[in-house]
């Protein structure tokens, strides 16, 4: 019988009661087991309670990432997620794209999860920026990033030059719904590209593109695109032309 591909799985918070409903591959490589979910207010969540306070339990599994992709979704509707103002989630899709911008209730959600995260709500409410705080949103608003392919020296360029907010931006860096945004953070100077058609080594064997490599270790390209320019993988790399 085949493998499941991934799951879709539903994080609740144990202080509040508030869930996120999300998918996750097998084998990706973050750690699936313990994988709480990338939506950008129950990232802000966790950061304020805790992982310790949060349990995620799998819902359901699939056997491709289409099947994976409609029976989140599936589940998302099912709850009413999106407006539910007992959930995290703010897309009624976790299909590429900005869907949220096109979301005819998008007004009614802005309100309601800008509700949720001001004032005593906010993990950071009462607390004054510290230098170090300052200096680290600089620098990672600073650094090089691709954007469908295309590079920009910063967050901040590629906001000014797409009218795109660069808090917009860096959520999608952070996130797995947005494949085609990328950091430039290349480990021991290798090449800054990210094309999966480049040749790659993974643990002394050689592939002909990250593609191929993925598919020999049984996971996405965009993980294994991830893993050439993590410090967490050195044994991973794009060989130079």
């Known amino acids: 019988m085949a ?3 991934g799951f879709v799985y539903e994080t609740t918070n144990r202080i509040n009661g508030m869930k996120y409903i999300g998918k996750c591959i097998y084998g990706r490589a973050n750690n699936w087991e313990t994988y709480l979910g990338s939506g950008v207010y129950l990232k802000r969540a966790i950061r304020k309670y805790g992982k310790e306070n949060f349990a995620r339990k799998i819902l359901a599994e699939a056997y491709s990432d289409e099947e994976l992709n409609v029976m989140e979704e599936l589940f998302i509707e099912k709850r009413n997620a999106v407006e539910s103002p007992d959930y995290y989630n703010i897309k009624l899709t976790s299909i590429g794209g900005d869907c949220f911008t096109t979301n005819p209730d998008k007004e009614k959600i802005r309100s309601m999860r800008v509700k949720q995260m001001t004032g005593s709500s906010n993990h950071q409410f009462g607390k004054k920026k510290t230098a170090r705080m300052i200096e680290s949103v600089v620098q990672a608003n600073s650094r090089a990033i691709i954007i469908d392919g295309i590079h920009y020296c910063s967050a901040a360029e590629a906001s000014r030059r797409l009218s795109i907010n660069t808090t917009t931006i860096m959520y999608r860096l952070d996130s797995d719904n947005f494949p085609d945004y990328q ?49 967490t993988f050195p044994d991973h790399y794009i060989v130079a032309e």
């Open 3 to 5: 493998k499941p591909f």
């Open 183 to 231: 950091r430039l953070s290349p480990k021991n100077k290798k090449p800054t590209h990210k094309s999966a058609a480049y040749k790659c080594v993974v643990k002394g064997i050689t592939y002909e593109s990250i593609a191929k490599a993925a598919i020999a270790h049984n996971i996405s390209t965009h993980a294994m695109r991830m893993r050439m320019y993590s410090k």
